[in-house]
C-alpha cells in the first residue's frame, strides 16, 4: 500500500511526454479529456522508461463515473432482460478474445511478465471470466418454501435475486487483467454497474476493455474507470462514495483494513482478497519431479508476485536435500529478458518501490540467519535492461519458525525451506500464521492428503498441482486473507441481494 506521502513523490510528469500516451478515466462509455488533471508516470518495469502518463481521477470525476453507473441501473441496462445481458457478456469474451493480441501487449507493457503467463493463463481467464458467469447466472435456481399456517390454506415463499447496484471493484497490479475481470464477469452477469479503480501501476487492460465495451454495445454507464492512486486519491474516492453500494477488493490486508472502516459509512457490503503466506508440503512419496516442478511455479511464476504463491516450502527429511538441490537447479535456470522475447522465462518485479520493499527482505533474512541456498540479489543485466526492476529467484533455509521473513509477506521470488518429520508437525507449521489463502500439498498418499486439507485453515487446498482454477469452486482466503467466497454461484451471494417474496394462499 502506497502511504499518501509517497503517492506523492510518484506524482511527475514523464520525461519524453509528447511521445507517450496519456491514460485517462473512462467514464459513462467515453475516455474523457486529461484537461487539468494531475498526470503521473507509468514506467515498464523491464527498463524504467516511462510509457504511458495517467491522468488521476479527483474527486469530481469520481463522482461523475458513479452518477453514470447510478443512471445506467436506472436506464436500459437495469431493464434488459437476463439472457440479452448474457449474450453481451459473451459477446465480450468474444471480442477479448480477437483482440487477443492487444491485451497480450497492453499487459506484457504493464507487468513486464514473458509472453507465454499471458498466452497461456491471464488473458484467456479474462475471457473465460465472462462466459463462466454468464452461463451461471442463467442457470442457478433460487429457493422455495411452502408454509404451513393455522387456517390451513398455507403460504409460498420464494427468493428473487436482484442485482446490488454500483459495484467499486477496486484491483491490485500482479495480475490485472485476471484480477479485475474475475470480478467484472459476475457484477455485470448479475445486472450490477461497476466503478473500476486499477492499480496505478497496472492501468492498460482496463483501459482497453472499454474500448471492448463499446464495441459490443454495453450501455454506456455500465463500465467506468478511474485511474489514480489509494489513500487520499481515487481509491478512497471511489471506496467513501455514498453511491457505491458494495466494495469489492482484491490487495493487501492492511489495505482491506482501510477499506473496510470506509465501507462501515453506510454499512455497505465487502468482498475482500487479501495477502497470503502459503505453505507448500512435499512428503518422500511424492512424485519428486511433478512436486519440484510444481513448488518451482508457486514459488517464482509472475516473480513471485502471485497471492497463492508458496513462500514456506516444508519438505520431508528423507528428501530435503535432494529437493533443495532440484529446486535450486531450475532457479537458476530462469531465463531473464523482454516479455515479448519467446526465449524469456522471468520476468521483473512490477516497479522500483516493490523492488526495493523485496531486496529489503533478501537483506532481512540474512540478518536473521538464512543460508542462502541461490539468489539473494539483483541479477546482472544488459545495459538496455539495467534500469529494470530484477530482482534474482531467491531459495533460503535455516530460518527459526518465528521469523519476520518465514512470516510476512514479500510478495516475491523467493521460498524458505524447512524439513519436517510427520504429518501433525507439518499441519501445525502450516498453519502456525496469521493468513489462510491456499496452500499445496505434494504426496501419493491420498488418504493423507484428504486428512490434511481438512485441517489446515485455508481457502484452497490443491493436491499435486498448484493454481488449478475450475472457475465454478468457491474461492477465497480464510483468517487474514479475506472476506466472503467468489467463484460459480458463490458469486452471487455478494453480487447480488436475495429477496424473499411471502403469497398466502
Ligand atoms: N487473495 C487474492 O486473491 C489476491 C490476489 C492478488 C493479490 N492479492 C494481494 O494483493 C497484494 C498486492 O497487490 P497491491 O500491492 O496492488 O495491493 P494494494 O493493497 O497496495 O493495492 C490494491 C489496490 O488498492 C488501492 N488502494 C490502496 N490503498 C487504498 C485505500 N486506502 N483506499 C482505497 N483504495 C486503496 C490501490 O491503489 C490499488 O488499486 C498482495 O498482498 C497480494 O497477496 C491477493
Ligand atoms: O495473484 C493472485 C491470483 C489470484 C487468482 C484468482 O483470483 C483467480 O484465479 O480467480
Known amino acids: 500500500m502506497l502511504s499518501a506521502a509517497r503517492s506523492n513523490a510518484k506524482r511527475r510528469v514523464g520525461q519524453n511526454a509528447a511521445m507517450t500516451r496519456t491514460i485517462t478515466s473512462f467514464i459513462d462509455g467515453a475516455f474523457v479529456p486529461a484537461d487539468g488533471a494531475r498526470l503521473f508516470d507509468k514506467r515498464s518495469p523491464v527498463d524504467g522508461r516511462v510509457i504511458a502518463r495517467i491522468a488521476e481521477a479527483d474527486a469530481a470525476q469520481v463522482n461523475a463515473a458513479v452518477q453514470a453507473a447510478r443512471r445506467a441501473m436506472a ?15 459473451h459477446a465480450m469474451a468474444d471480442e477479448i478474445t480477437r483482440r ?16 507465454h503467463v499471458m498466452t497461456h493463463v491471464f488473458i484467456p481467464r479474462g475471457a473465460a471470466n465472462f462466459k463462466v458467469f454468464a452461463d451461471v447466472v442463467k442457470n442457478v435456481a433460487t429457493e422455495s418454501f411452502r408454509t404451513d399456517t393455522p387456517d390451513g390454506r398455507g403460504a409460498l415463499n420464494y427468493a428473487i435475486r436482484k442485482p446490488k447496484g454500483v459495484i467499486g471493484v477496486v484491483c491490485p497490479w500482479n495480475a490485472p487483467f485476471l484480477l479485475m475481470t474475475w470480478k467484472l464477469g459476475p457484477a455485470l452477469a448479475c445486472g450490477n454497474a461497476v466503478v473500476v479503480k486499477p492499480s496505478e501501476e497496472t492501468p492498460l487492460t482496463a ?27 481515487t481509491g478512497e474516492f471511489v471506496t467513501s462514495h455514498p453511491g457505491v453500494d458494495a466494495i469489492t477488493f482484491t490487495g493487501e490486508t492492511r489495505t482491506g483494513t482501510a477499506i473496510m472502516r470506509a ?8 468482498s475482500f482478497e487479501l495477502g497470503g503466506k502459503n505453505a507448500g508440503i512435499v512428503f518422500a512419496d511424492a512424485d519428486f519431479d511433478a512436486a ?17 504463491g508458496t ?11 535432494r529437493f533443495r538441490d532440484a529446486l535450486k537447479a531450475k532457479a537458476e535456470a530462469v531465463k531473464y529478458g523482454r516479455p515479448e522475447d519467446h526465449a524469456s522465462t522471468y520476468g521483473p518485479l512490477i516497479s522500483r518501490e516493490h523492488q526495493q520493499k523485496v531486496l529489503g527482505y533478501y537483506r532481512l533474512a540474512v540478518e536473521e540467519g538464512a543460508s542462502v541456498v541461490t539468489g539473494g540479489g539483483v541479477p546482472q543485466m544488459p545495459a538496455e535492461l539495467a534500469e529494470g526492476c530484477w530482482v534474482q529467484p531467491t531459495i533460503w533455509t535455516g530460518l527459526a519458525d518465528d521469523a519476520r521473513t518465514v ?4 510478495f516475491g521470488p523467493c521460498c524458505h525451506l524447512r524439513p519436517f518429520d510427520s504429518e501433525d508437525e507439518v499441519v501445525g507449521l502450516a498453519n502456525d500464521t496469521d493468513y489462510g489463502l491456499s496452500t499445496t500439498i505434494w504426496t501419493q498418499n491420498l488418504a493423507r492428503a484428504h486428512r490434511m486439507a481438512e485441517r489446515i485453515d485455508v481457502g484452497i487446498t490443491w493436491i499435486n498441482s498448484w493454481f488449478l482454477r475450475d472457475l465454478r469452486t468457491p474461492f477465497g482466503g480464510s483468517k487474514h486473507s479475506g472476506i466472503g467466497r467468489e467463484g460459480g454461484v458463490h458469486s452471487l451471494e455478494f453480487y447480488t441481494e436475495t429477496r ?3 403469497v398466502k394462499l
Do not use: H
Open 75 to 89: 436506464g436500459e441496462w437495469g431493464r434488459m432482460p437476463v439472457e440479452k445481458r448474457c449474450a453481451l457478456l
Open 100 to 115: 487477443f493480441d492487444d491485451f497480450v501487449a497492453a499487459e506484457m507493457a504493464d507487468t513486464g511478465q514473458p509472453s
Open 207 to 233: 483501459a482497453l476493455l472499454g474500448e471492448v465495451m463499446n464495441a459490443v454495445g454495453i450501455p454506456k454507464g455500465v463500465y467506468n474507470v478511474v485511474n489514480g492512486f489509494g489513500p487520499g486519491s
Open 263 to 270: 465501507a462501515a459509512e453506510g454499512v455497505r457490503d465487502v
Open 292 to 308: 519440484v516442478d510444481g513448488i518451482f511455479r508457486s514459488a517464482f511464476l509472475n516473480t513471485g508476485q502471485v497471492c497463492l
Open 311 to 321: 513462500e514456506r516450502v516444508y519438505v520431508e527429511r528423507p528428501i530435503f536435500e
Open 407 to 410: 512470516r510476512e509477506e514479500v
Open 500 to 502: 424473499n417474496v411471502c
